[in-house]
C-alpha cells in the first residue's frame, strides 16, 4: 500500500468530521492519489485530502514538506504528476489557475503576486477593472474613482484596513502588503454572485508570515468570517498558535507525505510538533 490512499485508517479527514463547522456540508474540493514531481524531487507522495465547505482545513509542515506545491496543485498553477481533483463532486482538470478560478477557487500566493507600482484599489481591482462609461470606456480606459469606491466598500465590509486606496503597493510595508494580497483573494471569492458565495474556495499560503499581532488577529478573523458563510478555506502557515485558533482540521505534510488529518479539538501542540518534526509517527501506516 503506498502512502495514505485507501488504508482502513483514514482518520478523520476521509469520513464527514462529527463536530464543528464544515461538518454535514458537503466536499468542496477533493483530491486523491496526488502525487507532484519536480524532475528527481517527489514533492507530493500520494496526497488524499478534501476541505468542505465553511470548514477551514489548515496544512501545516516542516519547510519544503510540500505544502505550497499542494495548494498549487489546487489551484492549477502546477499540473499533478499524477491523481484526481473534485470540484464539488465533480472531477477537474485544471491547465491553469484561470480554470480554477472559473470553479470558485482563489489562491492567495506566498510571493504575494501584486503590481508594486499601482495602488491598492488597482490591484483589489485586477481581472475585474471597472471601465469608464461611454466612449472613453469602449477604448478601455479605467473608471479609477469607481474601483477605489468599490475597493473600500468591499475593505469595509471585510472588516479590513490598510493604508489610503490611492497608495501604490510598493509603498507598503509587508505586512500592509499580505493584507491588501488576502483582501483581494477574499473579495474575488465573496464577491461570487448569490448561491456561488457559499461555493468559493480560497486558498491562503502563509496569509499571515509578515504580520503582526493586530493584522494577525485581523486575518483570523477575516477567515473565520469567510469559512461561517459556507466559503472552504486552505491555510498554510508555521504559526501554530494561528492554526489551532482559526481552523476546524489540520492536515500535516512531512517530505511529501500526508503524516496527520484531525479535527483540531482531537489534537494538541505536543502532537502537531511531533508530526511536523517527523517524531511522531504517521496516522496513516
Ligand atoms: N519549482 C520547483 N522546482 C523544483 N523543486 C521545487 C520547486 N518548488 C518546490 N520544489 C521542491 O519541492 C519540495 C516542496 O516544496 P514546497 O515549496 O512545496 O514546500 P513548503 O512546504 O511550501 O515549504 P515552506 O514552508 O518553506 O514554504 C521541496 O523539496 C522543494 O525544494
Ligand atoms: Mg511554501
Redesign the pocket.
Known amino acids: 500500500m503506498t502512502g495514505n490512499s485507501g488504508t482502513a485508517a483514514q482518520g478523520p479527514g476521509f469520513s464527514a468530521p462529527s463536530v464543528g463547522p464544515g461538518a454535514g456540508s458537503s466536499t468542496a474540493l477533493e483530491l486523491r492519489g496526488i502525487d507532484m514531481h ?2 528527481y ?1 517527489r ?1 507530493l507522495d500520494q496526497i488524499d485530502i478534501e476541505v468542505r465547505q465553511g470548514e477551514v482545513l489548515g496544512l501545516l ?10 495548494l ?1 496543485v489546487m489551484s492549477g498553477a502546477h499540473q499533478p504528476t499524477s491523481g484526481e481533483i473534485r470540484v464539488h463532486g465533480e472531477t477537474s482538470a485544471f491547465a491553469s489557475p484561470a480554470d480554477s478560478t472559473h470553479a470558485g477557487i482563489q489562491m492567495v500566493y ?1 510571493d504575494l503576486a501584486l503590481v508594486d507600482a499601482q495602488d491598492i484599489a488597482t490591484n483589489l481591482s485586477l481581472g475585474r477593472e471597472i471601465l469608464r462609461k461611454g466612449p472613453l470606456g469602449w477604448l478601455g480606459f479605467v473608471d479609477h474613482k469607481a474601483q477605489r469606491r468599490r475597493s473600500t466598500d468591499e475593505l469595509e465590509k471585510l472588516g479590513v484596513r490598510t493604508a489610503a486606496m490611492t497608495r501604490p503597493v510598493e509603498m507598503l510595508s509587508g505586512g500592509q502588503r499580505q493584507v491588501v494580497a488576502l483582501a483581494r483573494g477574499a473579495t474575488r471569492v465573496s464577491g461570487l454572485p448569490g448561491d456561488d458565495e457559499k461555493r468559493g474556495i480560497l486558498l491562503l ?2 496569509p499571515t508570515a509578515a504580520l503582526g499581532y493586530e493584522q494577525t488577529q485581523q486575518v483570523q478573523s477575516l477567515i473565520r468570517r469567510l469559512a461561517d458563510r459556507g466559503v472552504a478555506c486552505v491555510l ?1 502557515t ?1 504559526n501554530l498558535p494561528l492554526a489551532v485558533a482559526v481552523c476546524d482540521r489540520i492536515a500535516v ?1 512531512n517530505r ?1 507525505r500526508k503524516v496527520a488529518d484531525v479535527p483540531v479539538a482531537d489534537t494538541d501542540n505536543d502532537q502537531l510538533v511531533g508530526w511536523i518534526t517527523g517524531a511522531r509517527p504517521s496516522m496513516f501506516v
Open positions: 519536480y524532475g524531487v514533492a509542515g516542516d519547510n519544503g514538506a510540500g505544502k505550497s506545491t499542494l498549487k506566498q499560503d502563509e498554510v508555521h505534510l511529501g
